[in-house]
């Protein structure tokens, strides 16, 4: 029954999918990923200037769910999301989809790809729906250290041990993959 049903979502997919529209769909993917991208690091670069590191781990805590619900908002259809190999917050632990997705990302980037391109997208069936799925890598990049790098002034530490009992989103070196943005969108869904 499984196979009749994975043909099926094949011939569906195919049939209503083309070329034209999976590049339309990682486009507008792209543009989300960029929009998201500048909407945390816009409240990140305002937290860090008003009191550093220390200061700015409870302004992420509290303004990324908002920036989440801005997004979801605007894409109501879609799952918007980060997640991780190492989490910060295990509501964000990556469904087996997404882990596989990073461990290729993790293995494209010890085969000498730049992190900075890699993303990844495939059309699939999740609960019988036929869904588009994305997902861009998050490099880290010098500012992430201060929260995710292997050492962390001991107010960092302690504010993160506070927010996040079970944080493991730390050790990171610059360039490593910190994680991704995973996006998933019905096949159905225009916007």
């Known amino acids: 029954m ?19 529209d999976t590049e339309e769909r990682i486009s507008a993917n792209r543009q989300v990923v ?3 991208f500048a909407a945390l690091k816009g409240e990140l670069e305002k937290a860090l200037a008003a009191g550093g590191p220390a200061a700015a781990i409870p302004v992420c805590n509290a303004k990324v769910p908002e920036i989440g619900k801005t997004f979801k908002a605007k894409y109501p ?5 980060r ?8 509501k ?10 990073l461990q290729r990302f993790e ?3 010890a085969a000498g790809e730049d992190p900075k391109t890699m993303e990844y997208s495939a059309f699939v069936e999740k609960d019988g729906v036929p869904m588009f799925r994305y997902m861009k890598a998050i490099p880290t990049a010098d500012a992430c250290l201060l929260c995710h790098g292997k ?15 079970e944080d493991k989103a730390r050790g990171f070196d ?3 993959i910190r994680g991704a943005f995973s996006f998933m969108q019905p096949v159905s869904s225009r916007n």
């Open 34 to 36: 960029k929009d998201l």
């Open 77 to 81: 259809d879609w799952t918007i999301g």
């Open 107 to 109: 293995a494209r980037k």
């Open 174 to 176: 610059l360039g490593d």
């Open 92 to 101: 964000n632990a990556p469904d087996e989809w997404e882990k596989d997705v």
């Open 151 to 165: 050492v962390l002034l001991p107010e960092v530490a302690a504010k993160l041990d506070e927010l996040y009992p």
């Open 2 to 20: 499984k196979k009749i049903s994975l043909l099926l979502l094949l011939f569906v997919i195919g049939c209503t999918t083309t070329p034209v």
């Open 83 to 90: 997640t991780s190999l190492k989490t910060r917050n295990p």
